[in-house]
């Protein structure tokens, strides 16, 4: 036998062992980070409604804190390769092609954090002059986060390009990289003088040239933002790293990790089997039953984890097997979970209400109130196409036998416990008990205490894993609205929003022709990014001239989502259809035409919604 090689020989095993150790770090300092946000929150309510001796300190606490999670969320991101990008074109490429693309992607973004680094240091130092005035600590300790977690991100960056092991494919991305970054230096006098022009170039061509080629999202509009300004402006990149600062660690935006994590409670308790089992025991007996229990549990598991991908693994797993043994067509089950993931998207507490209200300055308990009646109208829109489509010839669907009363009411009895979690979340925040960011941490501690004491459901191995995986989904979202609201600062500096204002404004047709041309520009934004960085882009461009041509925020936050919605689960393009296919494991051809119906009907529904402001804001008053 040939002789086997040691590992100590090759140098690849420190990169391995380098890798190891520092994910290592990174992620218990991620997990700790997770769980003591929960707990400052818990007790600031505890203190504050219990005790009436408000913790005056914990808000600050929380947001120190909540920098230094997101960035370690991103850090695990880049680590296992999870930040949000559209992969549709890589994915359809040769192995070889699609090689160098991923090396590009990698290259790009090790790029984008090099040139970060420096101005994030001094972004830091320069904060060490600011005070908290609860803690009195200086404020560098938490903006010290930003370039000790880009430092960390070069390292993981370095290791996975050295670890890939396509060293051909490595070296033609770094001189395609290399021969793109010398082209716009040797440009830049040009740029200089181009004025507006150079925001078609960097934020639609480079953008956009960036994202289709596999470059994760956040990346792309980080580069294309430092290189506007480092090429066309003298702006220093120090006012970059302040907007992803104040973009990343708005205290509101807490609610996004701790929604998730609720999510995975709810799965990982019981929770999300015992409402599905009830609504099965309620409708498993008629024609396409499970299909109709598909839709209102989507309804209520939104209500709960705020997430789009944990809403479908929470309910898929559960359902879609069993619908599947029914005979149900693969095709229908996943373009109809598709379809439910559009639909409530305006169920609180939804992350694109939440973002909506941190950029707008809308009311986010106003958001809560007005997104409940659209998604209901949509669901009951897909609950006639589901019936015509049970009720058409060829339809083998098979159904289970009916329950009886004493089953119906045990089932019932069982998921009381779960059903009542989106009442307490709701509950809750209109009694004024918790703000929108603080009301999760009651969510978490309730299922945490039902899966112990109710459903003797609780796996404490599971924990520490949903910790980072929490951080991970967090950190990936956080980054993006980070680079997000840099590239929207740059924009408005150009002039561009007041540009666009008056475009709209001069439309003919006033409110009617605005809100028609919103739909088709969410739709097409929402088929190719995330609904939150699209928010975070023109939520503060768009609102304001909402207001002032007479449209309520709400009434329009509404129209809005749910136009994302339709572009992100509509193929080929839309990103959440993909995943509803990853989560449901079956093929996204299949999918594909039975969509189109489900489309339809959720496109008819946002427009009256769109023409019926009622829906929306009829119960604000």
Not at 378 to 386: E, H
Request: proline share 5%; aromatic share 8%; hydrophobic share 55%.
């Amino acid at each position: 036998m040939p002789e086997t090689v040691s590992r100590s020989d090759t140098p690849w095993v420190w990169l391995a062992y380098a890798d190891k150790s520092l994910g290592f770090i990174v992620e218990t300092f991620a997990a700790i980070l997770v769980l003591a946000e929960v707990c400052i929150l818990f007790a600031g309510i505890a203190a504050r409604y219990v005790w009436h001796s408000p913790l005056i300190w914990s808000n600050e606490l929380a947001s120190t804190l909540f920098l230094w999670l997101a960035v370690m969320g991103a850090i695990i991101a880049m680590r296992r390769g999870e930040h949000m990008r559209m992969a549709l074109f890589v994915n359809k490429s040769s192995p070889g092609r699609r090689a160098v693309m991923e090396s590009v992607a990698g290259i790009a973004a090790l790029v984008f954090l090099c040139i970060l680094q420096s101005p994030a240091y001094e972004y830091a130092v320069e904060q060490s002059y600011i005070t908290s005035s609860a803690m009195e600590i200086s404020d560098a300790w938490r903006a010290a986060a930003l370039p000790v977690g880009t430092a960390f991100m070069i390292a993981f960056s370095i290791i996975r390009l050295l670890t890939a092991g396509n060293w051909r494919a490595l070296l033609y991305a770094a001189i395609g990289v290399g021969a793109i970054v010398s082209a716009l230096l040797l440009a830049q006098p040009v740029l200089e003088t181009l004025g507006n022009a150079n925001l078609l170039i960097f934020f639609v061509v480079i953008v956009g040239a960036c994202v289709f080629g596999g470059i994760p999202i956040a990346f792309s509009f980080g580069l294309a933002t430092l290189g506007y300004l480092s090429l066309t402006t003298s702006m220093p990149l120090m006012v970059v790293v302040g907007r992803m600062d104040e973009g990343m660690s708005h205290l509101i935006l807490l609610a996004v990790p701790l929604f998730v994590l609720l999510g995975m409670l709810i799965e990982m308790t019981g929770m999300a089997y015992r409402m599905v089992a009830f609504l099965a025991n309620l409708l498993g007996h008629v024609k396409g039953g499970l299909s109709y229990v598909l839709i209102g549990a989507m309804y209520v598991v939104s209500g709960i984890s705020g997430a789009k991908a944990a809403d479908m693994a929470a309910i898929a797993p559960v359902l879609l097997p069993e619908m599947r043994a029914r005979g149900a067509d693969e095709g229908e089950t996943v373009a109809l979970l598709s379809a439910t993931g559009a639909q409530t998207e305006t169920v609180p507490p939804s992350l694109v209400l939440i973002t909506i209200g941190s950029v707008t300055g809308v009311s986010i308990n106003a958001l809560f109130t007005g997104g409940l009646l659209p998604s209901l109208l949509l669901g009951l829109m897909l609950c006639v196409v589901v019936g015509y489509r049970c009720r058409r010839a060829g339809n083998q669907e098979k159904c289970a036998p009916r329950a009886t009363r004493k089953q119906i009411w045990a089932s019932l009895v069982i998921a009381l416990p779960a059903l009542a979690l989106p009442f307490i979340i709701r509950a809750t925040v209109v009694e004024g008990i918790a703000t929108a960011t603080e009301v999760s941490t009651i969510g978490i501690v309730y299922a945490v205490v039902v899966g112990i004491l109710v459903y003797r459901c609780f796996d404490i191995r599971r924990v520490y894993p949903m910790l980072v995986d929490t951080a991970c989904l967090s950190g990936a979202i956080l980054l993006i609205l980070g680079t997000a609201t840099g590239m929207a600062w740059a924009l408005t500096q150009s002039g561009f929003s007041g540009a666009l204002a008056q475009f709209m404004q001069d439309l003919p047709g006033g409110a009617f022709t605005f809100m028609l041309v919103s739909i088709v520009v969410f739709i097409v934004l929402g088929s190719v990014l995330e609904g939150i960085p699209v928010i975070v882009l023109l939520g503060p461009l768009m609102f304001p001239i909402a207001h002032m041509l007479g449209i309520h925020e709400v009434h329009y936050a509404m129209v809005v989502i749910l136009s994302m919605g339709i572009g992100l689960f509509a193929p080929p393009f839309g990103v959440g259809y993909y995943t509803a296919c990853a989560i449901a494991r079956v093929d996204p051809d299949k999918g594909m035409r039975p969509m189109v119906g489900y489309l339809v009907c959720i496109t008819l529904g946002t427009l009256i919604v769109a023409a019926v402001p009622w829906i929306s804001i009829g119960f604000l008053h």
